[in-house]
Protein backbone atom coordinates (compact mmCIF):
# COMPACT_ATOMS: atom_id res chain seq x y z
CA UNK A 1 0.00 0.00 0.00
CA UNK A 2 1.37 3.57 -0.76
CA UNK A 3 1.79 6.61 1.19
CA UNK A 4 -1.96 7.75 2.14
CA UNK A 5 -1.40 10.97 4.07
CA UNK A 6 1.56 13.14 2.64
CA UNK A 7 2.43 17.16 2.61
CA UNK A 8 4.72 18.45 -0.88
CA UNK A 9 5.50 21.51 -1.68
CA UNK A 10 3.66 23.59 -4.12
CA UNK A 11 5.47 24.64 -7.18
CA UNK A 12 5.36 28.05 -6.35
CA UNK A 13 6.49 26.86 -3.34
CA UNK A 14 9.41 25.15 -4.37
CA UNK A 15 9.87 28.38 -6.60
CA UNK A 16 9.91 30.69 -3.41
CA UNK A 17 12.12 28.10 -1.69
CA UNK A 18 14.94 27.91 -3.92
CA UNK A 19 14.36 31.76 -4.02
CA UNK A 20 14.98 32.09 -0.44
CA UNK A 21 17.98 29.25 -0.46
CA UNK A 22 19.64 31.62 -3.22
CA UNK A 23 19.13 35.19 -2.13
CA UNK A 24 19.47 34.36 1.75
CA UNK A 25 15.94 36.20 2.24
CA UNK A 26 14.22 33.62 4.56
CA UNK A 27 10.85 32.89 2.94
CA UNK A 28 8.19 34.19 6.00
CA UNK A 29 5.16 31.21 6.69
CA UNK A 30 2.87 33.24 8.27
CA UNK A 31 -0.55 31.27 8.17
CA UNK A 32 -1.95 27.80 8.30
CA UNK A 33 -5.36 27.27 6.10
CA UNK A 34 -7.92 23.75 7.07
CA UNK A 35 -10.46 22.73 4.88
CA UNK A 36 -13.23 19.73 4.47
CA UNK A 37 -12.10 18.94 1.00
CA UNK A 38 -15.87 19.28 -0.22
CA UNK A 39 -16.37 16.23 1.57
CA UNK A 40 -14.10 13.94 0.02
CA UNK A 41 -10.41 13.25 0.84
CA UNK A 42 -8.18 14.79 -1.34
CA UNK A 43 -4.67 13.99 -2.89
CA UNK A 44 -2.17 16.93 -2.43
CA UNK A 45 -1.19 18.38 -5.97
CA UNK A 46 1.57 20.58 -6.44
CA UNK A 47 -0.03 22.91 -8.88
CA UNK A 48 -2.76 23.51 -6.03
CA UNK A 49 -3.00 27.49 -5.45
CA UNK A 50 -5.43 27.52 -3.11
CA UNK A 51 -7.09 24.50 -1.18
CA UNK A 52 -10.27 22.66 -2.25
CA UNK A 53 -12.64 23.93 0.15
CA UNK A 54 -10.99 26.22 3.26
CA UNK A 55 -12.84 26.50 6.32
CA UNK A 56 -10.66 28.82 8.59
CA UNK A 57 -7.29 29.96 8.32
CA UNK A 58 -5.44 31.64 10.93
CA UNK A 59 -1.64 32.08 12.06
CA UNK A 60 0.64 29.76 12.89
CA UNK A 61 1.65 29.32 16.24
CA UNK A 62 4.77 27.83 15.83
CA UNK A 63 7.25 26.42 13.53
CA UNK A 64 10.40 24.62 14.14
CA UNK A 65 13.39 22.05 13.28
CA UNK A 66 12.05 18.70 14.07
CA UNK A 67 14.68 17.86 16.84
CA UNK A 68 15.23 14.31 15.52
CA UNK A 69 14.95 14.98 11.82
CA UNK A 70 17.03 18.18 11.01
CA UNK A 71 15.75 18.17 7.15
CA UNK A 72 12.02 18.24 8.62
CA UNK A 73 10.26 21.56 9.70
CA UNK A 74 7.20 21.22 11.54
CA UNK A 75 4.94 23.86 11.65
CA UNK A 76 1.60 23.66 14.30
CA UNK A 77 -1.86 26.04 14.85
CA UNK A 78 -3.96 25.72 17.72
CA UNK A 79 -7.50 25.84 16.78
CA UNK A 80 -9.64 26.75 19.92
CA UNK A 81 -12.98 25.22 21.15
CA UNK A 82 -15.55 27.87 20.19
CA UNK A 83 -14.44 27.39 16.78
CA UNK A 84 -15.27 24.08 14.13
CA UNK A 85 -18.23 22.63 12.83
CA UNK A 86 -16.05 21.58 9.99
CA UNK A 87 -14.70 18.04 8.96
CA UNK A 88 -10.42 18.62 8.51
CA UNK A 89 -9.40 16.69 5.52
CA UNK A 90 -6.93 19.17 3.57
CA UNK A 91 -4.06 21.81 5.42
CA UNK A 92 -2.21 24.24 3.60
CA UNK A 93 0.93 26.69 4.45
CA UNK A 94 0.85 30.18 3.17
CA UNK A 95 3.61 32.90 3.09
CA UNK A 96 3.25 36.59 4.02
CA UNK A 97 2.05 37.21 0.43
CA UNK A 98 -0.40 34.77 0.82
CA UNK A 99 0.74 31.76 -1.58
CA UNK A 100 0.36 28.77 -1.09
CA UNK A 101 3.83 27.02 0.02
CA UNK A 102 2.61 23.60 0.79
CA UNK A 103 -0.19 21.09 0.76
CA UNK A 104 -1.18 18.33 2.50
CA UNK A 105 -4.39 15.81 3.35
CA UNK A 106 -4.92 14.32 6.41
CA UNK A 107 -6.82 11.40 8.14
CA UNK A 108 -10.26 12.18 8.21
CA UNK A 109 -11.79 14.53 12.02
CA UNK A 110 -14.47 16.47 12.61
CA UNK A 111 -14.20 19.58 14.25
CA UNK A 112 -16.68 20.46 17.16
CA UNK A 113 -18.35 23.78 18.26
CA UNK A 114 -18.68 24.30 21.83
CA UNK A 115 -22.16 25.56 20.85
CA UNK A 116 -22.87 22.11 19.80
CA UNK A 117 -22.30 20.69 22.60
CA UNK A 118 -18.94 19.37 22.66
CA UNK A 119 -15.78 21.30 21.78
CA UNK A 120 -11.99 21.08 22.03
CA UNK A 121 -8.76 22.49 21.57
CA UNK A 122 -7.22 20.85 18.02
CA UNK A 123 -3.89 21.21 17.34
CA UNK A 124 -3.09 20.44 13.31
CA UNK A 125 0.43 19.54 12.64
CA UNK A 126 1.85 19.57 9.73
CA UNK A 127 5.67 18.38 8.82
CA UNK A 128 7.27 19.20 5.58
CA UNK A 129 10.53 18.09 4.38
CA UNK A 130 12.78 20.86 2.85
CA UNK A 131 16.82 20.40 2.10
CA UNK A 132 17.75 23.91 4.08
CA UNK A 133 15.78 24.52 7.05
CA UNK A 134 17.18 27.38 7.73
CA UNK A 135 15.83 28.96 4.48
CA UNK A 136 12.28 28.93 6.04
CA UNK A 137 11.47 31.34 9.42
CA UNK A 138 7.63 31.41 11.20
CA UNK A 139 6.18 35.15 11.10
CA UNK A 140 3.28 35.60 13.61
CA UNK A 141 0.82 37.85 15.37
CA UNK A 142 1.24 36.89 19.28
CA UNK A 143 -1.51 38.59 19.93
CA UNK A 144 -3.68 35.95 18.26
CA UNK A 145 -1.39 33.06 18.65
CA UNK A 146 -2.30 29.92 21.08
CA UNK A 147 -0.05 27.54 22.03
CA UNK A 148 -0.19 23.99 21.93
CA UNK A 149 -0.17 22.15 25.78
CA UNK A 150 2.90 20.50 24.61
CA UNK A 151 4.94 23.79 24.03
CA UNK A 152 3.51 25.42 27.24
CA UNK A 153 4.88 22.23 29.00
CA UNK A 154 8.62 22.77 27.12
CA UNK A 155 8.62 25.93 28.04
CA UNK A 156 7.49 25.96 31.70
CA UNK A 157 10.02 22.92 32.18
CA UNK A 158 12.69 24.84 30.81
CA UNK A 159 11.62 27.60 33.07
CA UNK A 160 11.39 25.50 36.08
CA UNK A 161 14.88 24.01 35.24
CA UNK A 162 16.65 27.49 35.31
CA UNK A 163 18.54 28.67 38.55
CA UNK A 164 17.24 32.46 38.40
CA UNK A 165 14.85 32.50 35.68
CA UNK A 166 13.54 35.93 36.39
CA UNK A 167 16.55 37.75 36.03
CA UNK A 168 15.38 40.91 36.46
CA UNK A 169 14.73 40.03 39.45
CA UNK A 170 16.64 40.17 43.32
CA UNK A 171 17.13 36.67 44.76
CA UNK A 172 15.87 36.19 48.36
CA UNK A 173 19.36 35.00 48.93
CA UNK A 174 21.04 38.33 47.70
CA UNK A 175 19.34 40.02 50.99
CA UNK A 176 21.16 37.80 53.14
CA UNK A 177 23.19 40.11 55.86
CA UNK A 178 21.15 43.74 55.10
CA UNK A 179 19.39 44.80 58.00
CA UNK A 180 15.55 45.34 57.10
CA UNK A 181 13.21 47.02 59.61
CA UNK A 182 10.46 44.55 60.96
CA UNK A 183 7.45 45.87 62.45
CA UNK A 184 6.91 42.47 64.93
CA UNK A 185 9.02 41.51 67.80
CA UNK A 186 9.31 38.20 66.51
CA UNK A 187 11.31 37.52 63.08
CA UNK A 188 10.12 35.52 60.28
CA UNK A 189 11.04 31.66 59.32
CA UNK A 190 14.66 32.45 57.58
CA UNK A 191 15.32 35.97 59.21
CA UNK A 192 17.10 36.42 62.57
CA UNK A 193 17.04 39.50 65.17
CA UNK A 194 19.89 42.38 64.94
CA UNK A 195 20.44 41.76 68.93
CA UNK A 196 24.23 41.04 69.40
CA UNK A 197 23.04 37.13 68.92
CA UNK A 198 25.86 34.72 68.06
CA UNK A 199 25.01 32.15 64.94
CA UNK A 200 25.90 28.94 63.71
CA UNK A 201 28.47 29.96 60.61
CA UNK A 202 28.43 26.48 59.21
CA UNK A 203 24.67 26.43 59.49
CA UNK A 204 24.24 30.27 57.40
CA UNK A 205 27.66 30.07 55.45
CA UNK A 206 26.48 33.28 53.54
CA UNK A 207 25.56 35.29 56.34
CA UNK A 208 29.30 34.17 58.07
CA UNK A 209 30.67 35.84 54.88
CA UNK A 210 28.82 38.95 55.76
CA UNK A 211 29.79 38.47 59.49
CA UNK A 212 32.70 36.74 59.50
CA UNK A 213 33.04 37.00 63.66
CA UNK A 214 29.71 34.96 63.91
CA UNK A 215 28.07 37.86 65.72
CA UNK A 216 25.10 40.10 64.53
CA UNK A 217 25.43 44.04 65.62
CA UNK A 218 23.23 44.67 68.61
CA UNK A 219 20.60 47.24 66.75
CA UNK A 220 18.33 47.68 69.62
CA UNK A 221 17.70 51.42 70.24
CA UNK A 222 20.09 52.73 67.76
CA UNK A 223 20.60 54.79 64.70
CA UNK A 224 22.33 53.30 61.64
CA UNK A 225 24.73 55.96 60.13
CA UNK A 226 26.61 55.95 57.28
CA UNK A 227 30.13 54.69 57.04
CA UNK A 228 32.76 57.77 56.88
CA UNK A 229 34.96 55.91 54.35
CA UNK A 230 36.99 58.67 54.16
CA UNK A 231 34.77 61.83 53.69
CA UNK A 232 36.04 63.51 57.02
CA UNK A 233 32.83 63.95 59.00
CA UNK A 234 33.01 61.00 61.29
CA UNK A 235 36.24 60.36 60.86
CA UNK A 236 38.59 57.31 61.90
CA UNK A 237 35.45 54.80 62.36
CA UNK A 238 35.25 51.60 61.05
CA UNK A 239 32.38 49.24 60.00
CA UNK A 240 30.45 48.29 62.95
CA UNK A 241 31.56 50.12 65.07
CA UNK A 242 29.77 51.73 68.15
CA UNK A 243 29.42 55.33 68.29
CA UNK A 244 28.33 56.86 72.12
CA UNK A 245 25.63 59.83 71.68
CA UNK A 246 27.17 63.41 72.33
CA UNK A 247 26.19 66.77 71.61
CA UNK A 248 28.55 69.81 69.84
CA UNK A 249 30.76 71.86 72.70
CA UNK A 250 28.80 74.89 72.35
CA UNK A 251 27.94 77.66 74.93
CA UNK A 252 24.84 79.62 76.34
CA UNK A 253 25.47 83.11 77.10
CA UNK A 254 22.55 85.63 78.48
CA UNK A 255 24.32 89.16 78.11
CA UNK A 256 23.31 92.49 80.50
CA UNK A 257 23.99 95.33 82.29
CA UNK A 258 24.20 94.32 86.25
CA UNK A 259 24.67 96.75 89.18
CA UNK A 260 26.58 96.00 92.66
CA UNK A 261 24.18 98.00 94.62
CA UNK A 262 22.17 96.62 96.80
CA UNK A 263 17.93 96.64 96.17
CA UNK A 264 19.09 97.91 93.16
CA UNK A 265 18.50 96.48 89.34
CA UNK A 266 19.11 96.55 85.92
CA UNK A 267 17.34 95.59 83.07
CA UNK A 268 17.60 94.37 79.54
CA UNK A 269 15.26 92.82 77.43
CA UNK A 270 13.71 89.94 78.65
CA UNK A 271 16.26 89.68 81.53
CA UNK A 272 15.23 91.18 84.80
CA UNK A 273 18.18 90.83 88.24
CA UNK A 274 17.84 92.99 91.36
CA UNK A 275 20.98 93.61 93.23
CA UNK A 276 20.81 91.70 96.28
CA UNK A 277 19.63 88.52 94.76
CA UNK A 278 22.49 88.33 92.83
CA UNK A 279 24.26 86.12 94.60
CA UNK A 280 22.76 84.47 97.33
CA UNK A 281 19.21 83.63 96.37
CA UNK A 282 17.16 82.27 93.39
CA UNK A 283 17.27 84.21 90.29
CA UNK A 284 14.01 83.89 88.24
CA UNK A 285 14.08 85.49 84.50
CA UNK A 286 11.14 84.92 82.51
CA UNK A 287 10.34 80.97 83.95
CA UNK A 288 14.36 80.51 83.77
CA UNK A 289 15.39 79.38 87.14
CA UNK A 290 18.88 79.68 88.23
CA UNK A 291 20.99 78.51 90.98
CA UNK A 292 22.62 80.60 93.49
CA UNK A 293 26.34 81.80 92.62
CA UNK A 294 26.13 80.75 88.88
CA UNK A 295 26.52 84.70 88.03
CA UNK A 296 29.57 86.43 87.54
CA UNK A 297 30.11 90.21 87.64
CA UNK A 298 33.29 91.32 88.73
CA UNK A 299 32.06 95.22 87.57
CA UNK A 300 29.85 97.17 86.27
CA UNK A 301 29.50 96.22 82.69
CA UNK A 302 28.81 93.15 80.70
CA UNK A 303 28.76 89.89 82.59
CA UNK A 304 26.71 86.48 81.93
CA UNK A 305 24.81 83.50 83.27
CA UNK A 306 25.58 79.70 82.64
CA UNK A 307 22.90 77.48 83.07
CA UNK A 308 21.62 74.03 82.25
CA UNK A 309 18.96 72.70 79.80
CA UNK A 310 16.90 71.35 82.71
CA UNK A 311 16.21 75.00 83.54
CA UNK A 312 15.74 76.17 80.27
CA UNK A 313 13.00 73.37 79.20
CA UNK A 314 10.14 75.98 80.49
CA UNK A 315 10.90 78.85 78.02
CA UNK A 316 11.86 76.25 74.85
CA UNK A 317 9.03 74.21 75.03
CA UNK A 318 11.31 71.07 74.45
CA UNK A 319 11.00 67.23 76.50
CA UNK A 320 14.10 66.69 78.18
CA UNK A 321 15.90 63.55 78.31
CA UNK A 322 18.71 61.57 78.83
CA UNK A 323 19.72 61.57 74.93
CA UNK A 324 20.20 63.87 72.38
CA UNK A 325 17.50 62.19 69.62
CA UNK A 326 14.89 63.02 66.48
CA UNK A 327 11.55 62.10 65.86
CA UNK A 328 11.48 58.24 65.16
CA UNK A 329 9.48 55.46 65.04
CA UNK A 330 10.85 51.98 66.86
CA UNK A 331 11.56 49.21 64.70
CA UNK A 332 12.54 45.30 64.38
CA UNK A 333 15.73 45.57 62.59
CA UNK A 334 16.12 41.91 61.20
CA UNK A 335 18.92 40.15 58.52
CA UNK A 336 18.05 37.37 56.27
CA UNK A 337 20.04 34.27 57.55
CA UNK A 338 21.49 31.54 55.01
Known sequence: MGTKYFTILTRIGEVKLAEAISTGKPLEITEMGVGDGGGVLQTPDTMQTKLVNEKRRAVINS?????????????EQVIPENEGGFWLREIGLYDAAGNLIAVANCPETYKPELKEGSGRVQTVRMILIVSRTDAVTLKFDPTVALATRRYADTLLAGHLAEPNPHSQYLLISEFVGIPQPWPQATA?????????QSFD???YPRLAQVYPSGVLPDLRGEFIRGWDD?????ASRALLSQQEGAIPDHNHMLEGLWSTAINTSSELGAIVGTGDKIWNTLQEYQGIDLPPSLGIATSIGSGGYAFSGEKVKRVLRTPVAAENRPRNIAFNYIVRAA
Not at 63 to 75: F, K
Not at 230 to 234: F, H, I, L, S, T
Open 63 to 75: LSVDPDNPGQIIA
Open 188 to 196: PAGWLKCNG
Open 201 to 203: KTV
Open 230 to 234: GRGVD
